[in-house]
């Protein structure tokens, strides 16, 4: 009796899961976006500090998820990144860390790190010589490539290369990182830059940003809930010999100001602008 139970409740469960993807159109254009150290609770934590078109639209009109958990260690970033677009825990994806001794070798390994592939846009080899080789599983972007016979376009970006090459797997079309002010990526990819890439990169959006110094947002007693500015595990940005606010990013030399962007919210606002124009000049979300 249990047993014929059980198959009415499957059965009917099928039916309603057919009938409910039968009248849900499939989605013209999926953004995966992943922000670092950022905890679900901070999304309630901070709210009355954030703007109504942001998290809070996205907590209104969307879905929260917040029990969603892949339970893996170590938290780096490498990890993380596997996990999330495959499921698959460190001993799984082949991604321990960011760095690891791979016995093979003998030698200290990169997560993303490639020598049969060379980069594209920089002579940096040790930037560009990048690629998802040491990923041994697929990611969710590599089955929705499979899933149509590679008809989905599927493109990474983010200011490091782990981050922009792990989440879109094997069969991405493009995946770009930043390198000293552009956006470059490797032979893994393509063989030379596409040309709204170049196009983009030639604004120089980074040394422009550079001329403004960084300032806090808000008033001061808004952050109340913050720790203190001077902390001893902060880490100044290079070129300064301060951590504290105002941050005089037009004092910076210009021999590491590209690095020091990367440490500013200007260059947050810099992968969003090249991801708008990935958007636009490859057509994503058209077909």
């Keep these: 009796m249990r047993l014929r139970q059980l198959l009415i409740f499957l059965t009917t469960f099928w039916v309603v ?3 409910f993807s039968a009248q849900s159109p499939k989605p013209k254009l999926i953004i995966g ?6 905890r679900w609770d901070f999304l309630y934590r901070y709210s009355d500090l954030y703007s109504p078109n942001g998290f809070k639209r ?3 009109e969307g879905f929260s998820a917040e029990n969603t958990l892949i339970p893996y260690t170590p938290t780096y970033t490498a990890p993380g990144h596997a996990a999330i677009y495959s499921g698959s825990p460190p001993a799984f994806s082949g991604i321990p860390g960011n760095e690891w001794f791979d016995k093979a070798s003998g030698k200290e390994t990169y997560c993303t790190n490639d020598e049969k592939v060379e980069p ?25 490539r499979l899933s149509n016979n590679f008809k989905s376009k599927v493109i990474g970006i983010a200011l490091k290369d ?6 879109v797997g094997h069969t991405a079309n493009a995946a770009y990182w930043y390198d000293n002010g552009i956006w470059i990526s490797s032979t893994y ?27 806090i947002l808000l008033p001061i007693e808004k952050y109340d809930q913050s720790s ?12 300064e010999k301060s951590v504290v606010f105002p941050h005089k990013l037009s ?37």
């Design 251 to 287: 004092s910076i030399e210009a021999k590491d100001k590209y690095e020091a962007f990367r440490m500013t919210p200007f260059s947050n606002s810099f992968t969003f602008e090249f991801a708008k124009a990935a958007i636009e000049n490859e057509t994503l979300g058209q077909h």
């Design 58 to 60: 996205l907590l209104k």
């Design 189 to 215: 990819y393509m063989q030379n830059l596409p040309e709204w890439v170049n196009d983009f990169n030639a604004r120089d959006l980074p040394g422009h940003a550079m001329l403004s110094d960084w300032k």
């Design 120 to 144: 594209v846009g920089s002579s940096n080899a040790k930037a560009g010589k990048m690629s998802p080789a040491n990923l041994w599983v697929t990611t969710v972007t590599d089955e929705l």
């Design 162 to 167: 782990r981050g922009a090459i792990l989440p």
């Design 228 to 239: 203190a500015d001077d902390a001893p595990y902060e880490n100044n940005i290079k070129g």
């Design 17 to 19: 899961s057919v009938a």
């Design 33 to 38: 976006l992943v922000i670092d150290q950022m």
